[in-house]
């Protein structure tokens, strides 16, 4: 049996993020806001996520499911689009104070520059990044390997005009493809930065090693990765009940889409200790959600990175 993982060992902060500011200082006031920044899990709160682990693990998914989903991961994101449309995510206003390297980019006088959305849902980071462009020399190309989603950028009434004026490419790309194949209308090695937010978890760990080498094959010597994702211990992983567990930290919702719970370590040996990146940043962000209304506590983790070639 896995020993219990210490206090110590679970995920810490790191400072070069911005995440958020407002601290919770007096136990009292946690109705009063509706989020708090930079929480700790205390010692009761964190056993008690480690025995709904255990719960998961011994209630796994069955060998017939555990084949259906790993073997057709596509049709499920492809059924989720074809159920959610463009509602389910919402654009990413963060994005400007978590990722200024994104921006820089969009300046007039910036020069020429490509930025790639890796599954790319439908564009609700694409299209903030369009819309605020003001560099003629700019390329973004959005891509993710559900046919639907990328149909449902191409139908977004801004497509056709941000295509025109040669911007704006969307196309199906598997960013775990065995066949080392690169997004369609794009040179090896052109990439400055690559972003993938809530992408990655959605691999089965045995992809990540080929996902790593098609990173290589996109990006820009100097090129960047910038990556935002589920951590370890957050509510959508505490709160997983049976039949959803397929191995350690990795589950199938309801829906059929797989996802993946990461630590910073884990980030680090995937990225930078196996993946030949360079670690510019990994941060932490944890925090704690309020329903005013019902009286809840939510506590959320998420994990941030810049990785750079
Ligand atoms: C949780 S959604 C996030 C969508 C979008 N990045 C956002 O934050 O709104 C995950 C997306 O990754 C896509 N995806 C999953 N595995 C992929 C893969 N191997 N290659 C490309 N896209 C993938 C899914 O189709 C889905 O659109």
Do not use: H
Not at 1 to 29: A, C, H, V, W
Not at 118 to 140: A, F, Q, S, W
Not at 260 to 282: A, H, M, P, Q, S
């Amino acid at each position: 049996m896995e020993s219990k993982p210490s206090l110590d060992t679970r995920l810490g902060r790191d400072d070069p993020f911005s995440f958020g500011q407002r601290t919770l200082t007096n136990e009292e006031e946690v109705f009063t806001q509706n989020a708090w920044d930079n929480v700790e899990w205390d010692e009761e709160q964190f056993n008690q996520f480690l025995k709904n682990i255990e719960n998961q693990k011994n209630n796994p998914v069955n060998e017939f499911n555990q084949i259906e989903f790993n073997s057709k991961p596509k049709k499920y994101w492809d059924l989720f689009y074809k159920n959610n449309q463009v509602n389910f995510f919402k654009d990413r206003k963060w994005l400007e104070i978590e990722f200024p390297e994104i921006f820089k980019c969009l300046k007039e006088d910036a020069g020429e520059k490509t930025i790639l959305e890796i599954g790319c849902g439908v564009g609700n980071t694409m299209y903030p990044i369009l819309e605020k462009n003001k560099n003629p020399k700019l390329r973004v190309f959005g891509c993710d390997y559900s046919d639907v989603a990328v149909e449902l950028v191409r139908s977004n009434e801004n497509f056709e005009l941000l295509n025109k004026s040669g911007n704006a490419f969307s196309s199906v790309w598997d960013l775990a493809n065995e066949e080392g194949e690169i997004p369609a209308d794009m040179e090896e090695n052109s990439v400055d930065i690559a972003v993938m937010i809530f992408v990655f978890s959605a691999l089965n760990p045995k992809q990540w090693e080929t996902a790593m080498k098609n990173l290589r094959k996109v990006l820009k010597p100097n090129g960047i990765i910038l990556f935002r994702d589920y951590g370890r211990y957050d509510l959508a992983q505490i709160r997983f009940k049976k039949n959803r567990y397929l191995e350690d930290n990795f589950y199938v919702r309801g829906d059929g889409t797989r996802v993946y719970f990461f630590t910073e370590e884990e980030l680090r040996d995937i990225f930078v200790n196996k993946g030949g990146f360079k670690e510019e940043k990994i941060g932490t962000d944890k925090r704690l959600l309020i329903n005013r209304k019902k009286q809840l506590k939510m506590y959320r983790c998420w994990l941030q990175a810049v990785f750079k070639v």
